[in-house]
């Protein structure tokens, strides 16, 4: 049986697994309220509520959560705060930063739908802890969209892309595991959370060559993640056995039902 300080300590996680709506909070205040400084604490808050939902799945599994409240589905609500933080108020972000033109701004329903999707999968992970489809990173989408005001054809583009990519059964790294390479993008990981960090406090007088710069960690994570997609999908394919022709044919006729006598299921 669980003790008082064991149960105290399991309901602390699960606290500061809600703090990330706390931060989901100030970040609608502050898109609503618009303008630069504003979008700078949107920004500043993403990165918050990301460094909450990566260090709360550790100390959850470190002092035993799930088995000592085995009421409360800490997961579920990691989802709820997952859904505002990486979809949901970023896409609001997207929309009020105006990065898609107003005529074009109905696009941005996609992601949020495909999104939905990606969050009500039974199989959204794999047991070798990768993420399967696109992980609805729509905070990062987002504060490179903003910042890098590319071409609109382009920022469609990406923004459909990924959204598509939803749906497709690819392998992307899951750092917050001891999954494939899970070590060197935590290092990654952390390295450019402090350079984001620092260009949120605006600590940079020239901002964008940073930037462009600080977009070497996630194309790292896409190629990465998309090398072991491929792999993975060479190697099924040619590990897959050929079945000669005549037994393909056989097998779509009667040879390949129950036997005579017996009712066909």
């Known amino acids: 049986m669980a003790t008082g300080q064991q149960k105290l300590l399991a309901w602390s996680v699960h606290l500061y697994t809600a703090s990330g709506l706390v931060a989901a909070a100030g970040m609608a205040y502050f898109i609503v309220r618009g303008g630069e400084a504003s979008f700078r604490w949107v920004i500043g808050l993403m990165i918050v509520a990301t460094f909450i939902d990566a260090t709360d799945g550790a100390l959850a599994r470190r ?3 799930k088995e000592i409240l085995p009421g409360f589905d800490g997961r579920r609500l990691d989802d709820i705060v997952d859904y505002q933080t990486y979809t ?5 972000f997207l929309w009020r930063a105006e990065v898609l033109p107003e005529p074009l701004s109905w696009w941005l329903l996609v ?9 009500a999968q039974t ?3 794999t047991e070798d802890h ?3 489809g696109f992980p609805s990173y729509w905070n990062v989408v987002a504060i490179y969209l903003y910042w890098l005001q590319l071409p609109i054809w382009l920022t469609l583009g990406i923004i459909l892309l990924l959204s598509v990519l939803t749906f497709v059964p690819s392998l992307y790294l899951y750092p917050s595991y001891r999954g494939q390479y899970s070590q060197l993008t935590r290092i ?4 450019w959370a402090m350079v984001l960090t620092l260009l949120v406090a605006g600590v940079f007088a020239h901002p964008r060559p940073v930037i462009w710069v600080s977009m070497a960690f996630p194309v790292y994570y896409f190629t990465v993640s998309w090398w072991i997609t ?5 190697g099924a394919r040619a590990s897959r056995p050929l079945v000669p022709r005549k037994l393909v044919l056989k097998s779509c006729g ?4 129950a036997p005579r006598g017996k009712k066909e299921s």
Do not use: H
């Not at 949901?88 to 609001?92: G, Q, V």
């Not at 990654?188 to 390295?191: A, D, G, K, N, R």
């Not at 009667?254 to 039902?257: M, S």
């Open 63 to 65: 002092w035993r959560v």
């Open 130 to 132: 990768f993420f399967l």
């Open 230 to 234: 491929l792999r993975r999908w060479l």
């Open 123 to 125: 199989e959204a992970k």
């Open 254 to 257: 009667r040879d390949a039902r």
């Open 111 to 119: 992601p949020l739908l495909a999104s939905a999707y990606g969050f």
């Open 88 to 92: 949901s108020l970023p896409i609001f």
């Open 188 to 191: 990654l990981c952390v390295i």
